[in-house]
């Protein structure tokens, strides 16, 4: 028998439910792809997302929602940003 692990990982689908869910506020997928474009994040070849690249989505979604750019994120975050 052949036994295949599957890579854990988040979807993008999940993502966005882990947005709304953390932060109470319901992002369009194609607003998440932008957020992944300006934090250079790309999915594994399994096409799903780190942990730490979702930890660093809900941030940016939670630092948004108080009127703060992402440029001043990135300025902030840049040690967060360089691990993921």
Avoid at 18 to 30: D, F, H, L, M, Y
Avoid at 33 to 38: G, T, V
């Amino acid at each position: 028998m052949n036994v295949q692990v599957l890579e854990s990982g988040f979807t993008a689908a999940e993502i966005k439910l882990c947005i709304k869910s953390e932060t109470g506020i319901s992002v369009a997928s194609r607003t998440i792809r932008r957020w992944r474009q300006a934090l250079d994040i790309r999915p594994c070849e399994h096409g799903t997302y780190s942990s730490k690249q979702l930890d660093a989505l809900v941030s940016l979604a939670g630092w948004l929602s108080t009127g703060r750019s992402i440029n001043h994120f990135l300025d902030v975050h840049f040690d967060l940003l360089t691990e993921i």
